[in-house]
């Protein structure tokens, strides 16, 4: 071999790499570079390390390795636990790689020892020094590194290639760009390209103070806001405020702000605020504080919606959602009209009169509908204590606001149309404060400063539009009545019932089923037979059961055969409903003594009210047993005088009071009215028992009487002739004074019945008792 070349272990480096003059350390792991240590330890202590191009590769081969690299002097080594050695070298000269192989356990090569070639045109390497230099000294203020002293004692002797790679040693560089210094042998070209990386670096340097600033601002700024907030919570738990409790604070000053309270109501509420921010959210008083500002902040203060005051609109939407009805709908008409023009709702107070179930509730729910008011219902029956509407005082324990004041919360709005259900079964307390309560409620002049008990506080209930129901007008007071415009809403006819069914009830009924279209059929028939045998009431509620019983049944059928529609008749009613319970032939097919078929009117509408007598021996007691309310008991007393007083007339035995005594029994019938209305039906039974003449079954009759026997007028005439008429009779018996109330009576009713005008006790007879009746007087 020749002098220029060696051959010698060879330890490729993983990420470093060694210039010549350089002392570096180093651990060694790898068998075959621990092998080469000590092969070279064994002999001259030189080695040739050089950088591998993938420091991640375990054995590397030829080509993974650069060829360029440095002959080292191993200067010491110690042996570190787990096969290990800690190496110190000194770089000596460049050399190149040949011949790289594995020999006995180790890599070995052939190494060609580089010189530098110096530099020829001296100034101009001068020039590059003295760049580099300066460039040097910009890349150390920048970096803040700064040189030790070897490098200053080495600096002074060094000739220039030496100078690049003691700078290039020092210089934080890749691998890579190390090794392209490392493999330049000219030293000019060595300058240039060490200059050309310093000034790279120093760019690289400026920019990553700039961003190194940039960040640091934004690292400042965000330690700067968490020393803020870690302080501000220590105040806050100084001052016993923790982050919840400020969050719940700040959401009720939130609502504070936007609930546009009035006047007096914000006072009110900032002071109770103030009372909750001293308590503490967590207080046990504060529950009963936040509890009240709840419910004032909830209340529509200031909330309305648009009225849509278009009278045709309104005439669509209450024809659209209900089926006759028209003088409840033109009445209604009108009062919107007058309140158009005048643009206001104020003015008397709608009341719905009628029996259950005849859509008094539905229909003011379309006038809601109509004028695009939100609609609000509160039920005053059974209601007892003012506190029920106005709310207890907040002294006592778990005080809530009252009625009123909930249902104003429920509406959202301060303009509602709120429907007071049922005021004629308000109850009475002792001290009338209950209805002055509700008077003031009602009251135009009253309600804009309507106080509830709870809040304390005035809220205007003027923008209202109230509207009341009630199934008759006996149970209201004088005052009330006042306040009120009356509509009756009257029962339906058969006819209308069916209508109703049909056009309303059975497809508000499919669709809150959601039973898709043509899936059930439902036949006339079935609805026929519905209202005639499985219904006998003058409104439509019983109804709207049976026809929701019926979807149901109908339902269950089409899930479970897994059918794909179902007709339903008359017969399937039958057997989804079971046995009919009524039939027209209800009545007593045959006349009959001593029983007569009177009608009554209550307050669920009109219904017949048989009255049975019988005579018998004893000492003219008068015993009466049934529903009798006080007034009736009356009445059968006048009845009873009557019949004495004209006993003779009516071939009656005169003693007969002496003689015999009467039972008068009302058989069957809730009659919670205590209408007097029964005074012919009675005197006739009695007659008929006791003269022994049978009664026309198919007559039915009303009107009372005086002692002289004049027969005087009644009420509730339409809902009298309606109940009549659904139970088939032919002939009902009116006193004299009620023939202009034939005008109401439904076209259906009169076609059927044949109304018959008594003025005396006489013409009740003759037109009820079959056989010959003497007239006299
Ligand atoms: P009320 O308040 O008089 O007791 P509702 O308003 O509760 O009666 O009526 C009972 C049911 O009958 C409701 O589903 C209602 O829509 C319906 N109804 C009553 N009358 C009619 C009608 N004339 N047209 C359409 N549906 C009606």
């Not at 970096?143 to 290039?168: A, H, P, Q």
């Not at 302080?231 to 982050?243: A, C, F, R, W, Y």
């Not at 609502?255 to 909750?276: G, H, P, T």
């Not at 419910?295 to 045709?312: C, R, S, Y």
Request: hydrophobic share 35%; with cysteine.
């Amino acid at each position: 071999m020749e002098n220029n070349f060696l051959k010698l272990p060879v330890i490729p480096l993983r990420g470093v790499n060694i210039f010549p003059y350089m002392v570096l350390h180093f651990d060694v792991g790898r068998e075959k570079s621990v092998a080469a240590v000590e092969e070279a330890m064994s002999t001259d202590q030189k080695i040739f390390l050089v950088a591998q191009r993938d420091a991640k590769v375990e054995e590397p081969s030829a080509d993974e390795i650069y060829n360029i690299g440095t002959i080292c002097h191993i200067k010491q080594f110690v042996k570190l636990p787990g096969d290990q050695l800690r190496v110190l070298v000194e770089g000596e000269q460049r050399g190149k790689l040949s011949n790289f192989a594995d020999e006995k356990g180790m890599f070995y090569g052939d190494i060609e020892i580089l010189e530098d070639i110096s530099c020829q045109e001296e100034n101009e390497c001068e020039a590059y020094k003295k760049l580099i230099d300066k460039a040097f000294d910009e890349y150390l203020e920048l970096s803040g590194e700064s040189l030790n002293e070897i490098f200053t004692e080495l600096e002074e002797e060094s000739g220039l290639g030496r100078y690049c790679d003691i700078i290039g040693a020092f210089l934080m560089l890749k691998t890579e760009t190390k090794q392209e210094l490392i493999e330049i042998v000219d030293v000019k070209e060595r300058l240039e390209k060490l200059l050309l990386i310093i000034k790279n670096e120093i760019e690289v340097l400026k920019i990553e103070k700039a961003i190194g600033s940039k960040i640091k601002n934004k690292v400042n700024k965000v330690q700067k806001e968490f020393y803020l907030r870690e302080q501000l919570k220590v105040i806050q738990e100084e001052l016993g405020e923790d982050d919840e409790e400020s969050k719940e604070l700040k959401q009720y000053e939130e609502r504070i702000y936007k609930a546009k309270l009035s006047k007096e109501a914000k006072d009110k509420v900032l002071y109770e605020f103030n009372r909750l921010k001293s308590t503490g959210v967590g207080s046990q008083e504060s529950a009963v504080i936040k509890t009240y500002l709840d419910w004032v902040l909830d209340l529509p203060w200031n909330k309305f919606t648009k009225d849509n005051l278009d009278i045709k609109n309104a005439r669509e939407v209450l024809d659209k959602e209900h089926y006759g009805l028209e003088d409840v709908k033109e009445r209604i008409i009108e009062y919107l009209a007058v309140r158009k023009i005048s643009k206001t709702l104020k003015g008397p107070i709608l009341c719905l009169v009628g029996p259950p179930g005849v859509g008094k509730t539905s229909i003011a729910k379309s006038v809601a509908n109509s004028l695009g008011r939100k609609f609000v219902r509160m039920s005053l029956g059974g209601v007892k204590d003012e506190a029920e509407i106005r709310g207890h005082r907040k002294t006592y324990v778990g005080a809530i606001p009252g009625r009123i004041i909930y249902s104003m919360k429920q509406a959202g709005y301060r303009n509602p149309l709120f429907l007071l259900d049922e005021i004629d079964k308000m109850g009475a307390d002792f001290k009338g404060s209950l209805a002055d309560a509700l008077l003031e409620v009602l009251d135009s002049e009253q309600n804009s400063t309507f106080r509830d008990h709870y809040l304390e506080l005035d809220f205007d209930l003027s923008k209202v539009l109230f509207i009341t129901t009630a199934n008759s007008l006996e149970g209201i007071s004088r005052p009330l009545l006042d306040r009120m415009e009356i509509i009756e809403v009257s029962g339906y006819t058969t006819e209308e019932k069916f209508q109703i069914a049909k056009a309303h009830l059975l497809p508000k009924l499919l669709k809150e089923h959601n039973v898709e279209d043509g899936k059930l059929l439902i036949q006339d028939n079935a609805i026929s037979t519905l209202v005639e045998n499985y219904t006998r009431e003058t409104g439509v509620r019983t109804l709207e059961r049976k026809i929701a019983s019926v979807i149901r049944k109908g339902i269950t059928e089409l899930v479970e055969k897994d059918k794909n529609k179902i007709i339903i008749n008359s017969n399937l009613v039958k057997k989804y409903l079971g046995p009919v319970i009524y039939t027209y032939d209800d009545l007593d097919k045959e006349d009959k003594i001593g029983v007569v078929t009177g009608l009554a009117w209550t307050g669920y509408g009109g219904d017949t009210l048989p009255v049975e007598v019988t005579v018998m021996e004893g000492d003219g007691k008068l015993q009466l047993t049934g529903q009798l309310g006080d007034v009736m008991k009356e009445s059968a007393k006048a009845g009873f005088s009557y019949v004495r007083a004209n006993a003779d007339k009516y071939e009656i035995d005169k003693d007969f009071h002496k003689k015999k005594d009467i039972h008068i029994h009302i058989p069957e019938g809730a009659i919670p009215k205590d209408g007097p209305s029964a005074g012919v039906t009675m005197v006739t039974a009695m007659i008929s028992a006791l003269s022994g003449r049978k009664v026309n079954h198919k007559v039915a009759m009303t009107g009372e009487i005086t002692l002289t026997g004049r027969v005087l007028p009644i009420g509730g005439l339409k809902e009298k002739s309606l109940a009549a008429y659904r139970m088939g009779i032919k002939t009902v018996i009116i006193p004299k004074d009620n023939k202009k109330d034939l005008e109401n009576v439904p076209k259906a009713v009169k076609s059927k019945i044949k109304f018959i005008i008594a003025d005396k006790v006489d013409d009740v007879l003759q037109n009820a008792l079959i056989g010959e009746i003497e007239h006299g007087n």
